[in-house]
């Protein structure tokens, strides 16, 4: 478990914690929100960790009772809530019977600490019946109670439960924050710590070996649409096309939809000016460079466009995949 100060990226949303904790006035219910991997939930056990320390001051110690019990997951004044599969329901969500224990454990003062904090991830999932019980907590939270939710979809919240949250905004990790993370906490160096930099799109959470080999995949599907036009390349395609087809996983073609609008973006991008700092696709570079001069700056443009839009409407009825296809032609035409 990480402290505050160890956590690589998301500078402002830290220095926000930081700051409450120095003044020792933390807000009753904060509400982390950002997209998934990018470090909500390991901020929310590193400030919560801060907040049970023995020590005080704007980071958690790491050492104390406190922190220790924190660390190994035995603190009696921390709760933990996911969204779960309860019974024969197919659905992960947080119901009624999570909340009701919610409200019996925050109910008593704190055992130990100087505070009792409860966790809930991905609140997004708590159903209507839950949310409504869960408002009243939030409406007249137990004293000495810091909770913390955090969410990948601020909008599905319900209106009365967002107004009475602190909003902590988290973001996707930079370039050179995520090639931190990748040679400091994943061990990786070179090439390798530069591929997971670039695929990872700044949400280390989602950088797990499997997750960048599928990345890894979905990228090879969208570089293959620039090859060069030949009889393989007609093969290629059509095998591609069958292999996307029997996943089943119709949000796979939009992941190659998007990673196929990427390397258009970096492809003007080489184009234009010939510098290689801002690239998606770092990790890729030469590749990117011996691809531009098949096409004219104007055909990538175009492609670009369309294929943006595509991915931007999520229009589920057309068949997405054709569409590459079409534009993978025009662009060779
Ligand atoms: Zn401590």
């Known amino acids: 478990m990480l402290k505050l100060s160890e956590i690589i990226g998301n500078g402002v949303a830290i220095r926000i914690l930081r700051s409450a904790l120095t003044q020792n006035k933390p807000a009753s219910a904060y509400l982390f929100a950002g997209p998934p991997g990018v470090g909500k ?110 969410t990948e979809n601020m909008s599905s919240l319900l209106l009365t439960i967002l107004s009475r ?14 090639l931190r993370f990748a040679t400091e906490r994943a061990g990786l160096h070179g090439e390798q710590a530069e591929a997971y930099a670039a695929l990872s799109k700044g949400a280390p959470g989602m950088m797990s070996e499997n997750a960048i080999e599928k990345e890894k995949e979905t990228r090879s599907f969208a570089l293959a649409l620039l090859g060069e036009r030949d009889a393989k390349w007609d093969a290629d395609i059509m095998k591609m096309a069958d292999k996307i087809d029997r996943s089943k996983e119709k949000a796979l073609v939009y992941k190659v939809l998007e990673s196929f609008v990427e390397l258009l973006a970096d492809l003007v991008k080489v184009k234009t000016k010939g510098k290689c700092d801002s690239l998606m696709n770092k990790d890729i570079v030469d590749e990117l460079f011996s691809i531009s001069p098949r096409f004219s700056r104007r055909k990538l443009l175009r492609a670009w466009d369309v294929s943006s839009e595509l991915v931007r409407t999520r229009r589920w009825n057309i068949n997405p995949f054709l569409i590459i296809s079409l534009l993978a032609l025009e662009l060779k035409r």
């Open 165 to 178: 949250l602190q909003k902590v905004r988290f973001m996707p990790l930079k370039f050179e924050e995520i």
């Open 41 to 150: 939930r390991t901020t929310a056990y590193a400030f919560a960790m801060a907040l049970l320390c023995e020590k005080g001051g704007d980071d958690a110690c790491g050492v104390c009772g406190q922190c220790r019990k924190v660390m190994v997951g035995s603190h009696p004044d921390l709760t933990y809530v996911e969204p779960i599969v309860r019974d024969r329901k197919v659905k992960q969500e947080i119901d009624i019977e999570s909340i009701r224990e919610i409200i019996r454990k925050l109910s008593f003062r704190p055992y130990e600490g100087k505070r009792k904090i409860l966790i809930i991830d991905q609140v997004e999932k708590m159903n209507l019946v839950a949310s409504n019980a869960f408002l009243k907590t939030l409406e007249e939270p137990p004293g000495d109670t810091v909770i913390i939710l955090t």
